[in-house]
């Protein structure tokens, strides 16, 4: 029993993988690092709607809203510091707090100065002003501490744009996991009843168990969920996606390898008989 329990746990680690491998995949495919980074920073700056509707809020969270507007979101991205982070058509996943708050001044101030980014932080009733302009006050109009302000905010912001990704990935990850499960038809039942009718494929799950333990014991079965606004979402993009796919190949030949009891068999039936899914 406590072999059958190692060949199961050994088939679900995989097909785990292979689902994370999966949705890291679909991540790179629609830029959903950079669309959420970019969605996280028009908060910030007062210009991200409330979505209007289920299908909005729907593409919103699969990263299809355009966020209409966004003036000011829209010119920070466009400027050289941030526009350089990342290759024409697509938005960083990675900004730094140092960029940020750099071309946010230049941006707001559209010169650098202090006089021009007090003006465009007069108006206390505006979004800028409301966040912004206490921020100017406390640092007695000293443009570094200013940035220094700006840089802890952005920070605190990319924390909570950082849990909005994470909730998304695993709701993408449960869907995909749910159709890779029906079209591989994972049935944990039906596997249990294999594996007791079938002592040697047991014996081969278990030692093939054993070999990945002994050569990935330092590494995590499934890729982690890496949140925009992190270091290790810089890779270039053309790069990672090569190695997402090289690695999903590589965890469905392990699991066509193994012989274990998942896929669609159809039984031989009589002509006058429909075959039966297994």
Not at 219 to 231: L, M, R
């Amino acid at each position: 029993m406590l072999d059958i329990m190692i060949a199961i746990f050994l088939i679900y680690a995989l097909f785990a993988g292979l689902v994370s491998g999966v949705n890291e995949l679909i991540v790179q495919m629609l830029e959903m690092r950079g669309k959420v980074l970019f969605e996280g920073i028009a908060m910030m700056l007062g210009e991200l709607p409330k979505p209007t509707g289920i299908i909005n809020s729907l593409l919103r969270k699969l990263g299809f809203d355009k966020t209409v507007g966004a003036t000011e979101t829209k010119a920070l991205y466009q400027h050289p510091l941030i526009d350089t982070l990342s290759q024409p058509g697509s938005k960083p996943s990675y900004i730094s707090p140092t960029a940020f708050s750099a071309a946010l001044v230049q941006v707001l101030s559209n010169d650098g100065s202090l006089i021009a980014l007090r003006q465009k932080l007069d108006d206390r009733n505006a979004t800028l002003g409301k966040l912004l302009g206490p921020m100017l006050d406390e640092a007695n109009d000293d443009l570094e501490k200013f940035k220094t302000k700006v840089e802890f905010h952005f920070n605190e912001v990319m924390d909570r744009v950082g849990g909005w990704y994470k909730r998304r990935a695993q709701a993408v990850m449960f869907f995909i996991g749910l159709i890779l499960a029906v079209f591989l038809n994972i049935d944990s039942i039906y596997i249990v009843q294999q594996l007791q009718e079938n002592p040697a494929q047991v014996k081969k799950l278990v030692e093939e168990a054993a070999a990945i333990q002994a050569s990935e014991a330092k590494k995590q079965n499934a890729a982690p969920v890496i949140p925009p606004g992190s270091k290790e979402g810089e890779k270039n993009a053309t790069e990672e996606a090569k190695q997402q796919i090289e690695d999903l190949a590589s965890r469905i030949d392990k699991l066509q390898n193994l012989g274990s009891p998942i896929g669609w068999v159809c039984s031989k039936q009589a002509p006058n008989q429909s075959p039966d899914l297994l």
